[in-house]
């Protein structure tokens, strides 16, 4: 928006309505969508957060997984062979008994069962990277949704911001093209010079200019609202709602412990530290092909030859153990690929409590100079009031003149505009520090 000063005559509605629009408790409409009503909309239908649900569902399905190793596994299995001379069916069972039935054809269907008994510590470190990849997932869904709302609450926050802005331009254009009509019959009779309607004609171009500019942010952001909430209606509703600010809310001291509760809160955070033991658990995966297995086994068959004659059952049972003797190299690689992984994420870790901490101080300074700059918007918006009443109250008494009423109401509009842009920047430096402290989604906390 350009800040140059306009000349226009006295528009009160226009600051009625900016003072009505940022006063608190009053809507912008009677109908209309609140911010929190975007926001559920948003938790309901966004197609962002619905993907980070889905990989926490696949999480828990892999827990089931990993747990379910742990139980007997038996396995069915049938098969058919034609052989190029005949073999026996089923194995000779004793000597001087029945002789075995020899066929070309082999059937068999039977049972086989395997229970773990000793895995190198496998199966439990297998668990544990599932159960650590679930809080990664979720963790990461907390921070999709904590994101979320955080982006929602500007753009909203945003789009009333420039609804106000652009009433006031409105009010200000409509005022400005009245004075202009005035300046064109004072030329008429000679009163102001040809001068002086150029000026009031480049101020009018200027002011539709400003005025479509803000019309058309406030359309891209109602298109980037959209986008995040999933709404896939045609139109959005008319949003309500008041960018006010409690400037007797207490400024968060006591830095040092704020960053020490993010660590503790922040999501993104959590999910790191989820990752580096999930790395813990892949490194003793790795470790343990190094050590034998150790499995009860048992199979239960059925055996028949051509025409399915001869039929037996042949049953085996015992233990097997097996340990890996050469591999090449690989399981010594794995080992230290996994090891690799996890010095990359504990670096990963360190980094974003460096990067947390800094958002934190960040986040803090920000919503101190935000509530300092709307304290000073508010008193220049005071001033600046008071200014323009007695400039009009000089230029009525014909003690001056109409050139600084114009001016001094052209910047007590500027004033007001500013003071609704600082609170503005309030409220969108208190979502960043709610965000950074891992608590955007209890906004009404203190």
């Known amino acids: 928006m350009n800040h140059t000063l306009r000349l226009w005559p006295v528009s009160w509605l226009s600051s009625l309505l900016l003072l009505l629009l940022v006063s608190p408790g009053v809507a912008t409409a009677d109908k209309g969508l609140g911010l929190h009503d975007v926001i559920a909309i948003a938790l309901e239908k966004s197609p962002m957060l619905k993907a980070a649900q889905s990989d926490l569902n696949a999480a828990k399905f892999g827990i089931k997984a990993s747990r379910g190793r742990f139980f007997p596994q038996i396995s069915g299995y049938a098969g058919y062979d034609r052989k190029s001379d005949p073999v026996v069916v089923v194995p000779i069972k004793a000597f001087g008994g029945k002789p075995p039935t020899f066929s070309r054809d082999q059937y068999r269907a039977g049972l086989s069962l395997v229970i773990p008994v000793y895995e ?10 599932s159960r650590f990849a679930s809080a990664v997932a979720s963790h990461t869904l907390s921070f999709t949704r904590q994101d979320l709302i955080a982006n929602i609450t500007n753009v909203f926050n945003q789009i009333l911001y420039l609804k106000g802005l652009a009433i006031s331009q409105e009010e200000t254009l409509s005022a400005l093209k009245k004075a202009r009509q005035d300046a064109a019959q004072k030329l008429k009779v000679g009163k102001i010079a040809p001068v002086d309607l150029m000026r009031m004609e480049t101020q009018v171009a200027q002011q539709e200019q400003d005025l479509i500019t803000t019309q058309e942010a406030k359309r891209r952001a109602r298109h980037a609202l959209v986008l995040l909430m999933g709404w896939q209606k045609d139109q959005l509703p008319e949003l309500k709602g008041s960018l006010e600010v409690d400037l007797d809310s207490h400024l968060p001291e006591k830095p040092d412990r704020l960053v020490e509760e993010a660590w503790s809160k922040r999501p993104d955070l959590l999910a790191l530290e989820a990752a580096v033991k999930k790395a ?10 190094h050590l034998p297995n150790l499995d009860i086994v048992g199979d239960y068959s059925r055996h028949a030859g051509g025409g399915l004659h001869g039929d037996e059952e042949v049953w085996t049972g015992g233990v097997a153990l097996s340990m890996n003797i050469f ?18 994420q504990r670096s990963r870790l360190l980094q974003e409590k460096l990067k947390v901490r800094a958002q934190v101080l960040d986040a803090i300074s920000r919503l101190k100079e935000a509530r300092h700059r709307l304290l000073v918007a508010k008193k220049a918006s005071r001033t600046a009031e008071e200014t323009y009443r007695i400039e009009q109250l000089r230029y009525e008494t014909g003690a001056g003149s109409i050139t600084d009423s114009l001016l001094a109401q052209a910047a007590w509009q500027q004033a007001l505009a500013n003071e609704i842009g600082a609170k503005y920047a309030v409220q969108k430096a208190l979502v960043d520090f709610k965000l950074a402290m891992g608590k955007i989604d209890r906004m009404g906390e203190k």
């Open 327 to 344: 591999s090449g190299g690989t399981i010594s690689a794995q080992v230290g690929e996994a090891a690799s992984r996890l010095s990359a």
């Open 120 to 129: 190198g510590g496998k199966l439990r470190a297998q668990l544990e990277m």
């Open 280 to 289: 813990e658990a892949e490194l003793r995966y790795a470790r343990g092909n």
